[in-house]
Nanobody, 125 residues
Framework: QVQLVESGGGGVQAGGSLRLSCAAS????????MGWIRQVPGKEREFVAA????????YYKDSVKGRFTISRDNAKNTVALQMNNLKPEDTAVYYC??????????????????WGQGTQVTVSS
């Protein structure tokens, strides 16, 4: 089992940057694909980015490619999402989540079994 705690959310103006972090408990962290999923109130959750268990593969939602970077440190049981050139449409609650998946399946939210409590990101225009 994996327990996840996010941090680093907040408010920023459009064009600014934020770095989200997720700390995981459990000795099996390095065996999971780790992802970031976001949700706007009243809308469905949507996939943002994921990194494979080794960090060798990354997956991104098209609208964040070139602006967001996901990374992980298995020695520290952490995963981060660096968000640059933020836009108002990036405003959402961002969740860290863990999955056992590979390839295209890592884009599917149903693959993620463990979730954090979420952290709010607000981008003002």
């Amino acid at each position: 089992q994996v327990q996840l705690v996010e941090s680093g959310g907040g408010g920023v103006q459009a064009g600014g940057s934020l770095r989200l972090s997720c700390a995981a408990s459990g000795r099996t962290f390095s065996t999971y694909t780790m992802g970031w999923i976001r949700q706007v109130p009243g809308k469905e959750r949507e996939f943002v980015a994921a990194t494979s268990w080794s960090g060798g593969s990354q997956y991104y939602k098209d609208s964040v490619k070139g602006r967001f970077t996901i990374s992980r440190d298995n020695a520290k049981n952490t995963v981060a999402l660096q968000m640059n050139n933020l836009k108002p449409e990036d405003t959402a609650v961002y969740y860290c989540a863990a999955a056992r998946c590979s390839g295209y399946r890592c884009y599917e939210l149903s693959q993620y079994n463990y979730w954090g409590q979420g952290t709010q990101v607000t981008v003002s225009s």
